[in-house]
T-cell receptor, first 108, second 115 residues
Framework: GQNIDQPTEMTATEGAIVQINCTYQ??????LFWYQQHAGEAPTFLSY????GLEEKGRFSSFLSRSKGYSYLLLKELQMKDSASYLC?????????FGAGTTVTVRA | SAVISQKPSRDICQRGTSLTIQCQVD?????MFWYRQQPGQSLTLIAT?????????ESGFVIDKFPISRPNLTFSTLTVSNMSPEDSSIYLC????????????FGPGTRLTVT
């Protein structure tokens, strides 16, 4: 099975930067995904890494190191609407396995 | 991206009854997935549904409890059978986009409460 770890909660101030780390142990790695989930809503796709390095998408960036089994999601210029749960998911073959999620609270 | 709808959006059911959840996609997709998200928890894959074959269930989930149909490339159903309060959860279907990085897109979910 997969072992995916991420912090439970993080709090940051509006306009600041927050980095959410994700470590994983898996066999048959086929990509790492980050999803955002607001309370009561379905997860929405944020980013995807399959090769080592940084992927930037506007205010959101995601980094992957396959040799270390490590990824992070970087949220810049935080806005109140970024308060949500952020899910790290590892793809093996065609299946996604999710971490428990990190609840980010943005304060004014 | 794919547009996914689910019915019902929520339901309250009695213990011992069954509920069938429908998932409709606006384009043909090979793989459809069913997940469960229990209160305060992350997503757990129940099964993978391919058209024309039996669903593949993950460890801890069985066909008798969660029968799945996949009659065509745009539709699937998940039935939660003989429900107990422990089945209270959000049930989500998702699909592979099919091109590019193969990200999965999720439906809005069905919030089930069993009393």
């Amino acid at each position: 099975g997969q072992n995916i770890d991420q912090p439970t909660e993080m709090t940051a101030t509006e306009g600041a930067i927050v980095q959410i780390n994700c470590t994983y142990q898996t066999s048959g790695f086929n990509g790492l995904f980050w999803y955002q989930q607001h309370a009561g809503e379905a997860p929405t796709f944020l980013s995807y890494n399959v090769l080592d390095g940084l992927e930037e998408k506007g205010r959101f960036s995601s980094f992957l190191s396959r040799s270390k089994g490590y990824s992070y999601l970087l949220l810049k210029e935080l806005q109140m609407k970024d308060s949500a749960s952020y899910l790290c998911a590892v793809r093996t073959d065609y299946k996604l396995s999710f971490g428990a999620g990190t609840t980010v609270t943005v304060r004014a | 991206s794919a547009v996914i709808s689910q019915k019902p959006s929520r339901d309250i059911c009695q213990r011992g009854t069954s509920l069938t959840i429908q998932c409709q996609v606006d384009s043909q997709v090979t793989m459809m997935f069913w997940y469960r998200q229990q209160p305060g928890q992350s997503l757990t894959l129940i099964a993978t549904a391919n058209q024309g074959s039996e669903a593949t269930y993950e460890s801890g989930f069985v066909i008798d409890k969660f029968p799945i149909s996949r009659p065509n490339l745009t539709f699937s159903t998940l039935t939660v059978s003989n429900m107990s309060p422990e089945d209270s959860s959000i049930y989500l279907c998702s699909v592979d986009h099919g091109t590019g990085p193969l990200e999965q897109y999720f439906g809005p979910g069905t919030r089930l409460t069993v009393t």
